[in-house]
T-cell receptor, first 109, second 115 residues
Framework: GQNIDQPTEMTATEGAIVQINCTYQ??????LFWYQQHAGEAPTFLSY??LDGLEEKGRFSSFLSRSKGYSYLLLKELQMKDSASYLC??????????WGAGTKLIIKP | DAMVIQNPRYQVTQFGKPVTLSCSQT?????MYWYQQKSSQAPKLLFH???????NEADTPDNFQSRRPNTSFCFLDIRSPGLGDAAMYLC??????????????FGPGTRLLVL
């Protein structure tokens, strides 16, 4: 079966750095997405990786290793507004998105 | 601004009373999706349209139906809502290049409450 694993919840301090990991097992791979979802709102797109390596976009970076079935989202200079759930999703060989359950990130002052 | 719009944002219905949720988009995307998301869970794909071609997920209950009268609009009909259907319903759109990796853009969602 297809599976996406990410931690259920993480806590970090304002101004710090946090890394949210995602491991996946899917039938085929056409890229990995990270979305941010604030409570009661829709997911918003953060990043897309299809090749191995690090993609940097401002305070957020996303890393992919296809051979290890592994990705992480790195958030720097954390702000209170970064408190949200972060969803990892993999596009499989049928171009369907397989979603993780999300990691709830709590930022403390 | 190009966007995905869902109405209403909150919908209250009674057990067994049909309800329709709507989605519209100004992105001119080929593909439209309906997801169901319950608290602290991953979004669950119900079905999607690739242009006018309807694609139902195997485990989507018959209670859920969809219509896409034109490129811009898509509707989710729940024929006889049960208490277990209370959830956030998310509409999303994407282009369809055939090369994969097309980002899905979400509307704000409709939160459905079944009494």
């Amino acid at each position: 079966g297809q599976n996406i694993d990410q931690p259920t919840e993480m806590t970090a301090t304002e101004g710090a750095i946090v890394q949210i990991n995602c491991t996946y097992q899917t039938s085929g791979f056409n890229g990995l997405f990270w979305y941010q979802q604030h409570a009661g709102e829709a997911p918003t797109f953060l990043s897309y990786n299809v090749l191995d390596g690090l993609e940097e976009k401002g305070r957020f970076s996303s890393f992919l290793s296809r051979s290890k079935g592994y990705s992480y989202l790195l958030l720097k200079e954390l702000q209170m507004k970064d408190s949200a759930s972060y969803l990892c999703a993999v596009m499989d060989s049928n171009y369907q998105l397989i979603w993780g359950a999300g990691t709830k990130l709590i930022i403390k002052p | 601004d190009a966007m995905v719009i869902q109405n209403p944002r909150y919908q209250v219905t009674q057990f067994g009373k049909p309800v329709t949720l709507s989605c519209s988009q100004t992105l001119n995307h080929n593909v439209m999706y309906w997801y169901q998301q319950k608290s602290s869970q991953a979004p669950k794909l119900l079905f999607h349209y690739y242009d006018k071609d309807f694609n139902n997920e195997a485990d989507t209950p018959d209670n859920f139906q969809s219509r896409r009268p034109n490129t811009s609009f898509c509707f989710l009909d729940i024929r006889s809502p049960g208490l277990g259907d209370a959830a956030m319903y998310l509409c999303a759109t994407s282009r369809a290049s055939g090369r994969g990796g097309e980002t899905q853009y979400f509307g704000p969602g409709t939160r459905l409450l079944v009494l």
